[in-house]
Nanobody, 118 residues
Framework: QVQLVESGGGLVQAGGSLRLSCAASGIIFGLSAMDWYCQAPWKQRELVASITSGGSTNYADPVKGRFTISRDNAKNTVYLVMNNLKPEDTAVYYC????????????WGQGTQVTVSS
């Protein structure tokens, strides 16, 4: 079964940290390019960070220097470490498979809620 399962969300005070995890199954994870998106209430889903199969990363400007995306191919898992969280980071965070090898995909996890209190 092909699926992405996120975990690690929660309630944290401003300035705090969280680590999100996304466990993948049913895919060739080592060949997969993965993303983290977020969607705040009443807003469109936005790209937060990306990581290629080779480990190259890219970040949205608002999270540069605060968030780090990484992957563990042995565990079929991609992570998002979120430091110095701000109330405006409050959103549902989604894991996304965008490519496996040369083939584009569009697979989403169910999302995990992150709430940052001021």
């Amino acid at each position: 079964q092909v699926q992405l399962v996120e975990s690690g969300g929660g309630l944290v005070q401003a300035g705090g940290s969280l680590r999100l995890s996304c466990a993948a199954s049913g895919i060739i994870f080592g060949l997969s390019a993965m993303d983290w998106y977020c969607q705040a209430p009443w807003k469109q889903r936005e790209l937060v960070a990306s990581i290629t199969s080779g480990g190259s990363t890219n970040y949205a400007d608002p999270v540069k220097g605060r968030f780090t995306i990484s992957r563990d191919n042995a565990k079929n898992t991609v992570y998002l470490v979120m430091n110095n969280l701000k109330p405006e980071d409050t959103a549902v965070y989604y894991c996304h498979l965008n490519r496996m090898g040369l083939v584009r995909h569009d697979l989403w996890g169910q999302g995990t809620q992150v709430t940052v209190s001021s």
